[in-house]
């Protein structure tokens, strides 16, 4: 199943400095070594985080994937991926390990 | 002989640490100061070892081994996922126990995976260093003993499991020959949701069952809880309750007190502080 490549890249994009910066550098080049579709792989070059978690990927790695490797990494940003414009309403919130 | 001498429930709320001043000041003191009394109340319980239970976040383990719980048994440090005020550090252990419970879960049908040198993350190292380490630092010597169970990452171990791994900790202390004191601590919970489109939500109805439910030791209740329903009511955190349950499990028929109790927002978590008594 492609969640399963899926988190595990997400989980090496959470810990493993070495795939980050491949990620940061050349992501095409990294993404090649996993076994995603074209669909896969945009959802990753996107920050796509809420499709990724219909596609069935933890929320945690999600969170985490943002936090380390998104180009604008506030919690704002990261819940305005994850909800919509509606997520510009009100206060933000994150559990996330850098804010 | 060994001996289940108390044990505790505790948040192991890592956005304490990362924004230690969102929350109103009262809320701030009252929280960190129920860590406070529940290193008070773990000093006068003079206990030798701690067993710790926690979640993996999936940080510990990746894709390629997903334990459903795994036990520490060697040297043990953390946490890996260092934050601000708590830095990573060497954790005392109590290997010979940790072994213990290991060979005697072997022997009795719990297949516990070990981690012969562990580096914890926040799961376990938050409440070691709130908890634990001030009764070291009056001169008390504690073992602690990191225990992860899959309550963050699917498949998450049964409820039911939970409550029986539990009782196989409780079994093998008591099987101990040494005259060890334990104290068993499930750190996590209560309802929270990480990482989803609900995060900073908090269910202080969910999170005042689940006390009651740890309050009144009903081990039957908390078992019956169905995954949907915790994720619903509690988030994808909530289903750490599990810790709790290990807890329970490791001590039925106890009766819990809350310590103290509030819905942080700002901390995205139901802090809940149940002190259990053996």
Redesign the interface.
Known sequence: MSRNVLEKLMHQLCVDRSVKQRFKEDPAGLLARYALSDEERTMVTDFDVAGMQKHGVNPMLTLGFWTENAPNRHPAAYMKALRGAAAAEGQVFSAGLKQ | MGKIVGGFLVPHD??MF??PE?PAEDIRKRMWGAFDSCAERLAALNASSVVIIGAD???NF???CLPQYIIGTGDVDGPL?V?PGLKRQIIPASEKLAGFIADHGHANGFDWAVARAFTVDHAVAIPDRLIVDPVRARGQSIGTIPVYIAA???PFIKMKRAIELGGAIKAAVEAMPDDERVVVIGSGGIS?W????E??KVNEAFDQEIMDYACTGNLTAIQGLSDDYILENGG??GMEIRQWAVAMGAMPGARGEIIDYAPV?????GLGFVQLFA
């Open positions: 890592p956005v990362v924004a969102a976040h999936y940080f990746g894709t390629g996922d934050l963050g990452v699917d929270h990480v990482g989803t489109p995060m900073g994808n955190g927002r700002e901390w995205v978590t």
